[in-house]
């Protein structure tokens, strides 16, 4: 019996560290961008277009919908008119708002500055989650809870799956497989003696 228990413990260490080796450096960067991609950009995306006009010259102007969406106080308090929410800081977040939403994911997915985007996107995510429950006051029964036995709430359990990727991306940076890798590489090239590009 010992013999099998110690050729089991040395069967699964060796397929583990293997594993592990043969995955380290790229894969659990490319896997946590491609889950954002997969399941996120989507949603981000369909959420951005929300928040500005129509076609290309449509994409530079600001929506009214963005100012319901994001300071719903301040438009209350300017009596329902957008066009008297102050600039600052209203306006500010309201625009910083929007493009962040169609440029971080993209950042993320491209692995390029893919760190600071996702810790952006993470504060997105938390801001997006404190406006639902403070100015948009969505139920409990939205929120869910976190530690029970349901796996379904749209805040609780689901953004805190949203943030699994980026917190991966934030902490361990986007993998080989991504624009920053090559950027550090070409960095370093020279440095190193080799090429420099042109």
């Given at each position: 019996m010992t013999r099998?228990?110690?050729?089991?413990?040395?069967?699964?260490?060796?397929?583990?560290t293997t594993l592990e080796r043969l995955l380290e450096g790229w894969f659990m960067g490319l896997l946590s961008r491609f889950v954002f991609a997969a399941v996120l950009w989507g949603y981000f995306l369909s959420s951005a277009g929300t928040k500005v006009g129509e076609g290309l010259s449509g994409f530079f102007q600001i929506s009214p919908g963005a100012y319901y969406q994001i300071a719903l106080p301040a438009v209350e308090a300017a009596g329902g008119d957008v066009e008297a929410v102050a600039f600052?800081?209203?306006?500010l977040i309201v625009t910083l708002g929007t493009y962040a939403e169609f440029i971080l994911p993209v950042l993320i997915i491209a692995g390029l500055f893919a760190r600071v985007a996702s810790l952006g996107m993470l504060i997105f995510?938390?801001?997006?989650?404190?406006?639902d429950v403070t100015v948009h006051m969505?139920?409990?029964?939205?929120?869910?809870?976190?530690?029970?036995?349901?796996?379904?709430?749209?805040v609780a359990d689901q953004?805190?799956?949203?943030?699994?990727?980026?917190?991966?991306?934030?902490?361990?940076?986007?993998g080989m497989i991504s624009l920053d890798h090559l950027l550090a590489r070409s960095r370093l090239a020279p440095l190193r003696g080799g090429p420099v590009a042109a």
């Amino acid at each position: 019996m010992t013999r099998l228990s110690t050729f089991i413990v040395a069967l699964h260490h060796r397929f583990f560290t293997t594993l592990e080796r043969l995955l380290e450096g790229w894969f659990m960067g490319l896997l946590s961008r491609f889950v954002f991609a997969a399941v996120l950009w989507g949603y981000f995306l369909s959420s951005a277009g929300t928040k500005v006009g129509e076609g290309l010259s449509g994409f530079f102007q600001i929506s009214p919908g963005a100012y319901y969406q994001i300071a719903l106080p301040a438009v209350e308090a300017a009596g329902g008119d957008v066009e008297a929410v102050a600039f600052l800081p209203w306006g500010l977040i309201v625009t910083l708002g929007t493009y962040a939403e169609f440029i971080l994911p993209v950042l993320i997915i491209a692995g390029l500055f893919a760190r600071v985007a996702s810790l952006g996107m993470l504060i997105f995510i938390g801001v997006q989650t404190l406006v639902d429950v403070t100015v948009h006051m969505v139920g409990p029964e939205t929120v869910g809870a976190l530690f029970d036995r349901f796996p379904d709430g749209l805040v609780a359990d689901q953004r805190l799956l949203w943030a699994v990727p980026l917190v991966y991306v934030a902490v361990k940076g986007p993998g080989m497989i991504s624009l920053d890798h090559l950027l550090a590489r070409s960095r370093l090239a020279p440095l190193r003696g080799g090429p420099v590009a042109a």
